[in-house]
């Protein structure tokens, strides 16, 4: 850690996420409900969302690609910082999440904006061509994931944004012998050090929720 770090506590997350971002009604019914539903509760913290539109509105984002859309709380976030024909995509494999996830985004303000596709991502990404999107947001199952980056990175176009979840390993990413998802939490070690060592991106882990990647799809200067 070097000196200017400070060490990110429980305390100063809870701190964070109190001093930062709120929940309108609407995504907070659906949190309740997909849970209701037994999707697991595992959509992005409300930082997190507010950090994906900061990022979406100063890079003028009209296309998002996202992998994994869950119960839509992220698709709907992230389509309400793109403008008025903007689109997002997002792929999900699971159909009993796809239905919870369509039926909230048609009763959502921003249903024109986003398509949900149902397949498998790792075959779905090979129908969208070369420098074809703004932004990737990679949240999907894990052990794929870097076949997902090599995805983002040739569809996203050069300068473009790709954010990936879940940099903290559901908060397992430092026990050498996870309790719980192992082979998620083998999964995202392998796959950070790979982004770590990455050269064709510009990347950081920022610490909100349970981490996320932020990354241009452009080497550094
Ligand atoms: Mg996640």
């Known amino acids: 850690m070097s000196e200017q770090a400070t060490a990110v506590t429980t305390e100063l997350v809870r ?8 929940e309108d009604d609407f995504l ?3 949190k309740t409900a997909a849970a209701e539903a037994g999707i697991p509760p595992i959509s992005i913290a409300p930082e997190q969302g507010t950090m994906l539109q900061i990022l979406l509105r100063s890079h003028q984002a009209r296309t998002v690609l996202e ?4 119960a839509g709380y992220s698709a709907i976030t992230m389509a309400r910082a793109l403008p008025e024909d903007g689109h997002l995509h997002t792929m999900e494999i699971n159909d009993a999440h796809a239905d919870f996830a369509q039926s909230w985004i048609k009763r959502s ?6 398509t949900i596709h149902r397949a498998n991502a790792v075959e779905l990404v090979k129908t969208f061509t070369d420098n074809s999107i703004d932004a990737a947001f990679i949240d999907a199952d894990k052990s794929p994931s870097m076949l997902y980056l090599e995805a983002a990175k040739r569809i996203v176009k050069p300068g473009g944004l790709i954010l990936i979840d879940n ?3 559901y908060g397992q990413l430092l026990d050498e012998n996870p309790s719980r998802n192992k082979d998620d939490v083998w999964a995202i070690q392998r796959f950070n050090d790979h982004m770590a060592a990455d050269d064709s991106l510009t990347s950081v882990i920022l610490p909100t929720g349970d981490g996320m990647w932020i990354a241009l799809n452009a080497p550094a200067r």
């Not at 992998?67 to 869950?70: A, D, F, K, P, S």
Request: glycine share 4%.
């Open 109 to 114: 303000d921003v249903a024109n904006r986003i």
């Open 28 to 30: 907070v019914a659906l």
């Open 67 to 70: 992998i994994g859309t869950l």
């Open 167 to 169: 940099a903290f390993a």
């Open 15 to 22: 701190y964070l996420a109190a001093h930062t971002a709120r």
